[in-house]
């Protein structure tokens, strides 16, 4: 068998994690296959406990593990359930925790609707953000949105939807259009662009 096989399979796998072009997912096989002790066992184990262990939770979409759903920071009973800060990757959950900032509930859409395809894959979350809200506790809701396009769209579309509620909409005042804005925001801006929220 020609050794360089199952390398590449392992680069292709590699490759399709963020930030891993095709280049650094060979460099990551390779030094796989170079495996002085140890990085393989502790790759497998790790990758296995992520996979058994962590989950998503039901209510917000933040991780939790798996026995524990609602995900600890649903179930903190300190929290404020009249702040629902929205937004789109989990990830963005954990930069806001870590600016300290905001002290409600979350709820993660895992993607945002595409104007041009019409619909896209944050709808079932969209919908479970409606119910949510009808739920009657949430008197304001956050949008902590990135600044493109598509983001722009997800906006519109919750602020339509929650019009008739008497629900406050409110989105991050970000100074400049940035893109990934959360994701390239560190603490002190993530900050200050949720106490400087506007109403839509
Ligand atoms: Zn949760």
């Known amino acids: 068998m020609n050794p360089l096989a199952p390398i590449n399979r392992l680069a292709a796998v590699f490759s399709k994690l963020p930030g891993v072009g095709k280049r ?15 990085l393989v066992p502790d790759l497998v184990a790790a990758l296995r406990e992520v996979q058994e262990q962590v989950g998503a939770c ?6 939790t593990v798996r026995d524990q759903d609602p995900c600890a920071l649903c179930e903190d009973p300190g929290r404020d359930d009249t702040l629902l800060c929205v937004v789109e990757d989990p990830q963005d959950i954990i ?15 895992l993607g945002k609707l595409s104007p041009r395809k019409g619909e896209g894959l944050a709808k079932p ?9 009808g739920e009657g506790k949430v008197r304001e809701v ?25 629900v406050r909409v409110t989105r ?9 804005a959360i ?4 603490s002190v801006t993530l900050a200050r662009a949720l106490q400087g929220r506007q109403v839509v």
Not at 125 to 133: D, G, S
Not at 172 to 180: K, T
Request: charged fraction near 25%; include cysteine.
């Open 24 to 38: 650094s997912g060979l460099r990551m096989a390779l030094r796989v296959a170079r495996d002085p002790g140890g």
């Open 58 to 63: 039901s209510r917000c979409g933040y991780l």
């Open 95 to 109: 930069l806001i925790e870590e600016s300290g900032s905001f002290r409600g509930r979350y709820h993660a859409l």
């Open 125 to 133: 979350r969209l919908e479970a953000l409606f119910r949510r809200v």
């Open 142 to 166: 956050i949008l902590a949105l990135n600044t493109d396009v598509e983001s722009d769209a997800t906006a519109a579309y919750i602020h339509e939807r929650l019009t008739e509620s008497g």
């Open 172 to 180: 991050l005042a970000f100074g400049i259009p940035a893109g990934s």
């Open 183 to 186: 994701a390239y925001s560190d």
